[in-house]
């Protein structure tokens, strides 16, 4: 079956930087795209930086571009999420996400926290 597993959240301050990972198995990884997003306390889960399978084409949510980076390694099976420059507002469960045949699949989500 289809899992998704992420790490690397955690607390940091303001202006540090943090690298989430995520596993994947129970697919062909190589071939879908996959996204990471995030949810903050009271608000919607909203969409954070998705790449493509074949080209590994990026995008970013205008609140992250030039902070974040994501990335994949189909070797591994994982996709990556470096976050620099995090502010307050940054502070959400994060979830790695993929659709396959038009179903979405989601992580447990990892916490990361900006804060001083």
């Known amino acids: 079956q289809v899992q998704l597993v992420e790490s690397g959240g955690g607390l940091v301050q303001p202006g540090g930087s943090l690298r989430l990972a995520c596993t994947a198995s129970?697919?062909?990884?190589?071939?879908?795209?996959m996204s990471w997003y995030r949810q903050a306390p009271g608000k919607e889960r909203e969409l954070v930086a998705t790449?493509?399978?074949?080209?590994?084409?990026?995008n970013y949510a205008d609140s992250v571009k030039g902070r974040f980076v994501i990335s994949r390694d189909n070797a591994k099976s994982t996709v990556s999420l470096q976050m620099n420059s995090l502010k307050p507002e940054d502070t959400a469960v994060y979830y790695c996400?993929?659709?396959?045949?038009?179903?979405?699949?989601w992580g447990q989500g990892t916490q990361v926290t900006v804060s001083s």
């Open positions: 129970g697919f062909r990884f190589r071939i879908y795209a």
């Open positions: 996400n993929t659709k396959i045949r038009g179903e979405g699949y």
């Open positions: 790449i493509t399978s074949v080209s590994s084409s990026t």
